[in-house]
T-cell receptor, first 113, second 112 residues
């Protein structure tokens, strides 16, 4: 298995532009999580899905952020419009649930200028 | 509020030496505790997972301990190598394991 696959690895965009981050979880994993990591705040949960359904989106910072999971093998995190304070590394992770291991993707480093 | 505190924030040791990283948590109801290693520019990778009944678990040169009474965990690295240079993150799960609370991490640098 190739693990959790995220794209792009790096994204540089101008303030106000729309940004879409993509994630392909491990096949068979029922849970998918989106995290944001910054030096100041560490890893923060943004939203997670169970069987493609959003369960908890309380970590989504603002209405500018939205996430979808149209099927079991694909999820997107969209920021519209983007702002410089959104600059961070965004990680996707998946798990079978319970005490099972989480597998993280390599992350997308987003820079908004 | 669920919290995970790690210490020290950063650590520099010489290659070949041992070190111990600490993690204190106030997460309830406790499900399990995980230690992750995160290399620069990569996602976190799991080192160990411990449930309430486990006191110690090893993964090669990494040994994690858990004291559920005092809500403390440690990660001991033996005979450190240059490749151990990374951030080590303590993560505690509540509610059957699907909700994670992350510590701020300890940044370890191993020097030759």
């Amino acid at each position: 298995d190739a693990g959790v696959i995220q794209s792009p690895r790096h994204e540089v965009t101008e303030m106000g532009q729309e940004v879409t981050l993509r994630c392909k979880p491990i096949s068979g994993h029922d849970y998918l999580f989106w995290y944001r990591q910054t030096m100041m705040r560490g890893l923060e949960l943004l939203i997670y899905f169970n069987n493609n359904v959003p369960i908890d989106d309380s970590g989504m910072p603002e209405d500018r952020f939205s996430a979808k999971m149209p099927n079991a093998s694909f999820s997107t995190l969209k920021i519209q419009p983007s702002e410089p304070r959104d600059s961070a590394v965004y990680f996707c992770a998946s798990t079978m649930g319970g005490a099972g291991g989480y597998t993280f993707g390599s992350g997308t480093r987003l820079t908004v200028v | 509020k669920n919290q995970v505190e790690q210490s020290p924030q950063s650590l520099i040791i010489l290659e070949g030496k041992n070190c111990t990283l600490q993690c204190n948590y106030t997460v309830s109801p406790f499900s399990n505790l995980r230690w992750y290693k995160q290399d620069t520019g990569r996602g976190p990778v799991s080192l160990t997972i411990m449930t309430f009944s486990e006191n110690t678990k090893s993964n090669g040169r990494y040994t994690a301990t858990l004291d559920a009474d005092t809500k403390q965990s440690s990660l001991h690295i033996t005979a450190s190598q240059l490749s151990d240079s990374a951030s080590y993150i303590c993560v505690v799960s509540a509610n059957a394991g699907n909700m994670l609370t992350f510590g701020g991490g300890t940044r370890l640098m191993v020097k030759p």
